[in-house]
């Protein structure tokens, strides 16, 4: 479990890093807005933080789809929340409702982006898991 949340952790830290860096990217080019170095290392510590609650929701093993369901959302609302947090310590913006609402669609792009990366290589996964079985099992046939 513990090796599963690790690799759950650095995917996660990959991921969103890299959809927040997209993010960020975005928004400094629409608004002209210059970008000191130091933001580099607090996207990164941002991404480190926000994927530690991913990689421990992943090592959950939950067969209810409803307990499911609610965990995510708890999930998805303590991110929004870590970033609203996170946002004011770096002193990226002040909260209002304005940067709220911005912050709540930035992290709908991260999640959605998250969850697409993750959908396929697991579809990939899948699909090279499956091809290997196939040729074991037909290998196994032609044995016969």
Known sequence: MLKEFFISLLHYFVDITTAVLIAAASY?????????????????????????????LICLDTKSVRLSLILWIVHFILIFCTTLILLD?????????????LTFLAVVFIYLFTCLVHYL????????????????????????
């Open 121 to 144: 290589v697991d579809r990939k996964h899948t699909s090279l898991m499956n091809q290997q079985l196939k040729k074991r099992y037909s290998n196994e046939e032609d044995h016969r």
């Open 89 to 101: 310590v770096f002193g990226w913006c002040s909260i209002t409702p304005e940067s709220a609402l």
């Open 28 to 56: 400094l080019t629409i608004s002209g807005q210059q970008m000191d170095s130091i933001i580099l290392w607090e996207i990164l510590l941002s991404g480190f933080i926000t994927a530690l609650p991913s990689a421990v």
